[in-house]
């Protein structure tokens, strides 16, 4: 996944959505995107809205862990998305990837 390894099938069944609530990523949206991600969350999968993450250009900016994949310019629209790919199949978003932290993907806009 986001490191290149392996997660333990606990580690997959408590993963944490870090939904950035700092001033630039509030800016751009980011309390909706909490609140779509918040929506999906469950016994499994926990939300929670943090601080700057210190990707301010490209929110709001989501981190999923332990994975370590990290989001970049999330909107509310793009959640279910993220939620049936990768937190329900294991499949990160390619099209959504952080560009600076995942750098073999290359980001597309809409």
């Known amino acids: 996944m986001g490191n290149g390894s392996e ?3 606990e580690e997959v069944n408590n ?7 700092h001033e630039s990523c509030c800016r751009q ?11 999906y969350a469950n016994e499994t ?4 809205g943090v601080g700057c993450q210190g990707q301010c250009n490209l929110g709001p900016t989501v981190r999923v862990l332990p ?20 937190l329900e199949g ?6 959504f990837l ?8 290359q980001y597309y806009s809409d």
Request: proline content about 7%.
């Open 45 to 48: 999968v926990k939300v929670e």
């Open 98 to 105: 952080h560009p600076r932290i995942h750098f073999q993907y």
């Open 67 to 86: 994975d370590e994949t990290w989001y970049c310019r999330v909107k509310p629209e793009n959640v279910s998305e993220i939620v049936e790919s990768h």
């Open 90 to 95: 294991g499949e990160p978003v390619q099209k």
């Open 15 to 21: 993963r944490c959505v870090w939904v950035c609530q």
């Open 7 to 9: 997660n333990s099938p």
């Open 29 to 39: 949206g980011s309390a909706e995107v909490l609140a779509a991600f918040e929506a």
